[in-house]
């Protein structure tokens, strides 16, 4: 019989750590309660790892997690030599994170291991990169698989449901506080609720019909993860995020849902400058949706799809998407849409209309449907603040500095406490444009110091810029 090596890697993590035996049990019983499991790990257990022993994937996932809260800082499986560990391999954030996985299951332990990263504010999750390598594979990967259900005795469709309508119900709460403060705001949350309640769902023993719900509202709620961490500036987390959320979608065959996160995607990539990306993933989510998605959610996914053309010059293209959207957009009824798409009115519509042509140069027309894309009541303060800014944009293209400079302050004030490294990037941006032409004018003077009263963050941007 071969004779176990001791498990050096794990005591010099431990010793790292500054934890016992018995520390680190307690450490990993606790981790095991928070994700929803009942382990019996004592010092004795720990002993036996020390000496060679292999736990399972799920406590093996909990020693990695407890030593990394420690520490502050993400810990991997073979850093504490548990990398031949059979259902719990290790996680490279940084390249398998943003890869279309072939099984859900490992879609999960990415979250998992993400949103550990994320709440502990590690630098891996902050500093993570987008990865245009990944894009073909994802968009291959999603449109030719199909779901892995394992059949299971388990008959708890109803308990599901309740599981799942939970999840929606809290995913939309938190997405309106979204729209109303930004990215920033509701990450945390969003994360603390990953963590306790949608991971255990996941990983329990569902049934077919069971999977579909929860892995379905699971998808919604990867997307919205997504979505703050792009307001919030963490590009790489979220690209990550949208990609395993997508495999949810897939798992869940929510068609509608993937073509949602597919355009993010390609609004993600268009503001990171991979214009060919953002058209390729505004075209997958069309495809992914033909006879599936409601006249507003095709609306949507056109207008993204004009974006990317205009960011590519392309204006007879992205003319011919506007259009398209347009007509979608008048065959819409409200009665087909999800519940996500509420937010896509004909404001809406407007707003991603004066983007493409401030991208475009064109600008008497983004003045024209910025007017056109804000209501003083029903839109919320995050958009109203970015379509001021666009609008200011079009103003001072359009040599009207007064009526730019008076936008741009109307922007700044909605903004308020909104935490959207977004807005940011708009103002920093329009704060160039306004500095090559008028740094001397004290219009300009103005609007730096209304900068500097109101969000100290945001001056301090665009005194770099």
Request: net charge negative; with cysteine.
């Amino acid at each position: 019989m071969a004779v176990k090596e001791p498990n050096r890697r794990l005591a010099a993590v431990m010793e790292q750590a500054g934890v016992t035996n018995k520390g680190l049990a307690a450490r990993v019983r606790t981790e095991g309660q928070r994700i929803g499991l009942t382990l019996s790990t004592d010092h004795v257990s720990v002993k036996r790892w020390l000496d060679g022993g292999r736990p399972q994937g799920d406590t093996a996932r909990c020693i990695a997690a407890a030593l990394g809260a420690k520490l502050g800082r993400v810990i991997t499986f073979a850093e504490i030599g548990l990398d031949s560990v059979g259902d719990a391999a290790p996680i490279d954030l940084t390249s398998e994170g943003a890869l279309y996985p072939s099984e859900p299951s490992r879609s999960i332990d990415v979250i998992d291991g993400l949103t550990d990263a994320d709440i502990r504010d590690d630098s891996v999750a902050a500093k993570l990169p987008w990865d245009s390598t990944a894009t073909p594979g994802v968009i291959t990967g999603y449109l030719f698989a199909e779901p892995s259900w394992t059949e299971s005795s388990r008959d708890i469709s109803f308990a599901a449901a309740g599981i799942a309508g939970r999840i929606r119900a809290t995913v939309r709460n938190l997405t309106q506080l979204d729209f109303q403060y930004g990215g920033g705001h509701t990450r945390k949350l969003l994360l603390s609720y990953w963590k306790t309640e949608i991971v255990p769902a996941l990983r329990g023993g569902l049934g077919n019909t069971a999977k579909r719900d929860v892995f379905a509202a699971a998808a919604d709620a990867a997307e919205v993860l997504g979505w703050s961490a792009y307001d919030a500036g963490r590009h790489g987390a979220a690209q990550r995020y949208f990609v395993q959320g997508l495999r949810l979608a897939r798992e869940a065959g929510d068609a509608v849902m993937g073509g949602q996160i597919l355009s993010n995607l390609s609004h993600q990539a268009n503001y990171l400058g991979n214009f060919t990306e953002a058209m390729h993933y505004a075209r997958a989510a069309q495809s992914a949706t033909v006879g599936q998605a409601s006249a507003t959610v095709n609306a949507m996914f056109l207008a993204m799809e004009a974006r990317a053309l205009a960011s590519l010059g392309d204006a007879k293209g992205c003319g011919a998407a506007l259009n398209r959207a347009e007509q979608e957009f008048g065959r819409r009824r409200e009665s087909d849409d999800p519940d996500w798409i509420s937010y896509f009115d004909a404001l809406e519509l407007a707003g991603e209309a004066a983007h493409c042509f401030r991208d475009l140069g064109h600008s008497r027309h983004t003045q024209l449907w910025a007017a056109r894309a804000i209501d003083p009541v029903l839109t919320p303060a995050r958009t109203r603040s970015f379509i001021c800014i666009v609008h200011a944009d079009g103003a001072l293209a359009d040599g009207n500095l007064d009526e730019a400079l008076a936008l741009a302050g109307q922007s700044v004030e909605l903004a308020g406490s909104l935490q959207s490294s977004r807005h940011l990037r708009y103002v920093s941006d329009f704060y160039s444009s306004l500095m090559l032409k008028y740094d001397n004018h004290a219009g300009v003077r103005e609007f730096t110091a209304l900068l500097r009263s109101k969000n100290p963050e945001l001056a301090e941007s665009v005194n770099r810029s």
